[in-house]
C-alpha cells in the first residue's frame, strides 16, 4: 500500500516535540498499527534524535520562536529525509527478499558541528561561547574544556576562563531544576524546562542575561554595574536584590520581588516594584504591581507546586515540565476543569493522578507509547 512519507514525517516530528493534537495522535497511532512502513519511518527518525547530539539541538532551539516554526526548522534537516529515506528502502528490500518484517538499527548519516562531552539523555546542557556542548551531571565535576573550567558540586555549577569574551547557554530540561553562580557572585537556580544566555564573564558597565522559563535569582550587589535580565517581552534591572521570573506562558510574563528593588520596562513605559509585590505583564497591557505569598510563588525551588483554582490544562503543563512527560485530552473540555491542591515532585506522579481522579477531576491512562491520555 502506498503512503505519504511527509505526512508521516511531520506527524512523527510533532509528536516527538509534544505538540500532537489528539486527532493527529490517533491518526498517526493508526498508521502505526496498519502500515509497517510507518513504523520504520518512526523507529528511524526517533533513532536520530535519540542520541546526545540531537537532544542538544533539541534542547538548544530558540525558544522564543513560536513552536510551529521551532519544527520547520527540524523538518529543513534534510539528514532526517536522507536516513528515513535509505531506511525506508533498506528494510523494505530486506522484507521483501526473507518475506519477513525485520527491525533494525539505522547506521547515523549526521554528524552536527556541536562537540558533545558525556551529554546524555534528558540532562543539563551547557553551550560554551566556541558551540562547543557540555554534560551538567548530579555528580560532582571538574573539567576543562578549551579555556573554560568548570566546577560542579551538589547542582552549583560556576566557570572560570582566561578568555572574557563570548556568551554561554544553560537549558535544563523536564524534570530537572539547576543552580549556577556567575562570575559576578549572582546565583540563579533555572527551574525545569528553561533556559539562560548569560556572559561567561560580566564586563563594561552591566551585568546582562536573558531568561526563558522561570528562575530565582540571588543578585549580588555592585553599585556601579546594574543587573539587568531579559526576558521576551520586558526587561528587569537592580543592582542587587532577590526575585523571582516566570515567563513559561507566551501570554504573560510574572516577576515577583522577595528583597531589595527592581525596576521593570515593557513597552516604553516604567514600574519600580517594592518587596513582596509581583508583576503579571501581558504585552501591551498596563502594568499593574500586587501582593504574592512568597511560600507558594516560591514553592518549586524545593519541590512542591501549589495550586489554586488552576485548570487541568495549566496543571499538564506543569507536568510536561517536571515528569517529562506528554498529555493529550480526549474530551478537550477536560481542560477547563479547575484544581486546587499541590504536587510533591519527590512523589511518584501517578500518586497525584490517582488524587485528581478520587476527586472526580478526571480520568487518565497511559497509551503504549506513554503518552498521558486524559478525559
Not at 516554526?69 to 534537516?77: D, F, N
Not at 535509505?86 to 562537540?115: C, D, E, H, N, R
Not at 501570554?251 to 516594584?273: F, S
Request: net charge negative.
Amino acid at each position: 500500500m502506498s503512503i505519504n512519507e511527509t505526512q508521516i514525517e511531520q506527524l512523527v516530528l510533532d509528536e516527538l516535540g509534544g505538540i500532537i493534537t489528539p486527532e493527529d495522535s490517533a491518526t498517526l497511532k493508526k498508521l502505526l498499527e496498519e502500515e509497517p512502513e510507518a513504523l520504520i519511518i518512526r523507529n528511524t527518525i526517533y533513532e536520530q534524535f535519540s542520541g546526545p547530539e540531537e537532544q542538544a539541538f533539541l534542547a538548544l532551539l530558540p525558544e522564543q520562536l513560536p513552536v510551529d516554526e521551532v519544527w520547520a526548522k527540524i523538518r529543513k534537516r534534510k539528514w532526517i529525509r536522507v536516513i528515513v529515506r535509505s531506511s525506508l528502502s533498506l528494510a523494505l528490500m530486506a522484507s521483501v527478499a526473507s518475506g519477513i518484517y525485520i527491525s533494525f538499527k539505522p547506521t547515523k548519516l549526521f554528524q552536527p558541528k556541536a562537540i558533545v562531552h558525556g551529554l546524555s539523555l534528558k540532562t543539563v546542557a551547557l553551550q560554551l561561547p566556541d558551540g562547543e556542548v557540555v554534560n551538567l551531571g548530579s555528580t560532582q565535576q571538574h573539567v576543562t574544556v578549551g579555556d573554560v573550567t568548570l566546577n560542579a558540586e551538589e547542582n552549583l555549577l560556576s566557570l572560570k576562563t582566561r578568555n572574557k569574551t563570548g556568551r554561554a547557554v544553560i537549558t535544563v530540561p523536564a524534570g530537572q531544576d539547576y543552580k549556577i553562580k556567575l562570575s559576578d557572585g549572582t546565583e540563579v537556580q533555572l527551574n525545569a524546562a528553561s533556559r539562560m544566555l548569560f556572559p561567561v564573564v560580566f564586563t563594561g558597565n552591566s551585568r546582562e542575561v536573558t531568561i526563558y522559563g522561570e528562575a530565582y535569582l540571588s543578585v549580588a550587589s555592585d553599585e556601579k554595574r546594574p543587573f539587568i535580565v531579559h526576558l521576551p517581552n520586558s526587561t528587569v534591572q537592580v543592582l542587587g536584590t532577590e526575585f523571582n521570573v516566570n515567563t513559561y506562558d507566551n501570554a504573560h510574563e510574572q516577576v515577583a520581588l522577595i528583597k531589595g528593588a527592581i525596576k521593570l520596562e515593557a513597552d516604553a513605559t516604567t514600574l519600580m516594584l517594592k518587596p513582596g509585590f509581583a508583576v503579571r505583564y501581558e504585552k501591551g497591557q498596563h502594568m499593574q504591581a500586587t501582593p504574592f505569598d512568597a511560600e507558594e510563588l516560591l514553592a518549586w525551588r524545593e519541590g512542591t507546586y501549589v495550586f489554586h483554582s488552576t485548570t487541568i490544562d495549566e496543571i499538564c503543563g506543569v507536568l510536561k515540565r517536571w515528569y517529562s512527560i506528554n498529555a493529550v485530552y480526549d474530551d478537550a473540555s477536560t481542560g477547563q476543569r479547575r484544581f486546587t491542591g499541590y504536587i510533591d515532585k519527590s512523589r511518584p506522579m501517578q500518586h497525584f493522578l490517582d488524587d485528581l481522579r478520587f476527586t472526580g477531576h478526571f480520568d487518565y491512562y497511559f497509551d503504549r507509547d506513554s503518552v498521558l491520555h486524559i478525559r
